[in-house]
């Protein structure tokens, strides 16, 4: 079970439809195993509609309802099995990054820090993603973030000041945010990061390590 | 569908006319309850459409919508989300379907919008309780009428002109934290926030 999860607003906005597509992918990743606030969304997708029905309406046509009918004419019990076949999806982290985490194309940063920029999956969008894996029981060098970074934890745990973060969790981390993440558990520990800006490390040492670092 | 026939007894009677319309274009592929839902929801998409900023294409993303609702309505479960939010959930992904369509035309969509948005039903497998859902819409509808008109106007500027909340501020020139503050008390109401607290 999750312990830490996104706030209201930032589910409204998910609700609304109104995230880029990384950082829906964080929510989507999460609800998938938060019944908790699954609920929630049901909540806010029924206050889109409610939204929906006090607005002012705008006429349609009949002649509308006659091309769209002319169009549902082509679709046959095919299609109706096409339609149940993909309701059930697999999960978008499948689809983007394959069944094994670990095996990845990780670069090493620095001791114990290993990342994998996946940006470029996402076209058009102007946030950094990237992978983090902190090796198990390893350290990340102390800092801060500039603008916000939005994580959900993939595999294992970390622990920071804050507390420990298990697998599925939602992390929203900012400027004022300084934090020095540690592995816990016999697994490396695998986070799933979207960066509005880079970060800014406040140890001496660390400059290679980014996206800690970027 | 066979949990379309698992209906409880009592719960029956909870079930909203539109629900029971769109179970009826579910099951029996019956037009005229198609056509009487495009009657109702098809000028809500439109205002949609239009206040969001895709007024060139409002008409095409109602079409699109409907198609939608025509091929998926197989899928709904009257237990899982009311018509109308079924159908909000349905416009919204179209849009933001037809937005990523517009801004990439040769890239390929790796991760489909329904892989980050879904409708309610797909995909589920917990059983869940109809009573809850409609209660909520009902407390909803209730609880927004007695909402502060700056509250309403902050959440009809996210959810209808997707607005974030940065944009939201900008446009009404107040501060962020008033934004949110203002989407804070109203979720409050709405009992989203309260169940923050139960975490």
Known sequence: MTQHHPDSLTLMEYSAGNLTEPHALCIRLHLDQCPHCCSRVDTLDSLGAVMMEQQPKVDVSESMFDRILSRIDSFDDNDRELVIRNSVRPSPLHKLLGDDLNSLPWKRQLGDVSVLDISERFPGQQEQVVLQKLAAGGKAPVHTHRGEETTIVLQGAFADQKGVFNQWDFVVLNEQDEHKPVAVGCEDCITLSVLSAPVRLTGTFTRLLNPFIR | ?199
């Open chain 2, 1 to 199: 569908m066979t949990t379309l026939d698992q209906k409880p007894a009592r719960a029956e009677g909870r079930k909203d006319p539109w629900s029971q319309l769109l179970e009826k274009v579910g099951k029996h592929q019956d037009r005229q309850a198609y056509h009487a839902l495009f009657e109702h929801f098809g000028p809500q998409i439109k205002y949609y459409a239009m206040a969001n900023g895709m007024a060139s294409h409002a008409e095409e993303l109602v079409q699109e919508v409907f198609v939608s609702i025509w091929r998926r309505s197989c899928l709904y479960d009257w237990r899982k989300a009311a018509a109308s939010t079924w159908i909000f959930t349905i416009a919204r992904n179209q849009r933001i379907d037809m937005l990523r369509k517009m801004k990439r035309t040769s890239v390929e969509m790796l991760v489909e919008t329904e892989d980050l948005w879904q409708i309610p039903g797909d995909n589920e497998d917990e059983p869940v309780t109809s009573l809850h859902r409609l209660m909520s819409e009902r407390r909803i509808r209730e609880s927004l009428s007695h909402l502060p008109e700056e509250q309403t106007t902050v959440i009809a500027k996210v959810y209808m002109e997707n607005k974030s909340h940065q944009m939201v501020a900008n446009e009404l020139n107040i501060p962020l934290g008033t934004v949110k503050s203002r989407v804070r008390l109203a979720l409050n109401k709405l009992k989203v926030i309260l169940q923050d607290q139960n975490v």
